[in-house]
């Protein structure tokens, strides 16, 4: 299964997914990473791991539908199945969606529809939630919005500080990613569960 990853910032999901012996040994391939932030760390972790790279800035299109064309312009010859956001930080449009019907997945760190949008983590955080966890799911147009995959509870310890709270949501989301991954690959590979 040929995959492209998208991601804007630190890119821990990315190389989770990336370096996962059983995600390649199940037929997980990844052609390229999209990213949207020229400084961005995930772009260093691609590199280490000889993933092919393609930067692509909104502020060097006219709008928004032109800057997709252009993703959509790489990925075609590379007969990219799914699409795996991964920390991309931009809503997509229409014209991304349409070419990738229901192959556009999302990992987003709370229980959504709770805390959608920026600093999810934050905010469960400063609002003394007992409960955050991750969503993992289809997109739509919507921000974090689409049909759902898999969510797993995650709990706030007395203890923990944001910093605490924010490591272990990360170590489920990389759990989680692996294993959406590996269902999708077993479904297509027709391995019925
Ligand atoms: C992750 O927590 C992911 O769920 C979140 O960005 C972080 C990226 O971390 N995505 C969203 O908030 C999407 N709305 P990473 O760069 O270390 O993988």
Known sequence: MRVAIFASGSGSNFEAIARSKELSEAGLEIELLVC?????QVIKRAQKLKIPVF??????????????QAI?????????????????????????????????????????????????IKRAYEANDEVTG????YIDEGVDT?????????????????????????????????????DLLNKNNGVVE
């Open 55 to 68: 930067i692509n800035q909104l502020t060097d299109f006219p709008d928004r539908g032109t800057y997709e």
């Open 134 to 137: 991750v969503t993992i799911h």
């Open 36 to 40: 949207d932030q020229k400084d961005a």
């Open 72 to 120: 959509i312009e790489k990925l075609k010859p590379l007969k990219i199945e799914y699409i795996l956001l991964a920390g991309y930080m931009r809503v997509v449009t229409e014209v991304l969606l349409s070419e990738y019907t229901n192959r556009i997945i999302n990992i987003h760190p709370s229980l959504l529809p709770k805390y959608s949008g920026l600093d999810a």
């Open 146 to 182: 689409g049909p759902i995959i898999k969510q797993s509870k995650v709990i706030r310890l007395k203890s923990d500080t944001e910093s605490n709270l924010e490591d272990r949501i990360h170590q489920t989301e990389h759990q989680m990613y692996r294993q959406v991954v590996l």
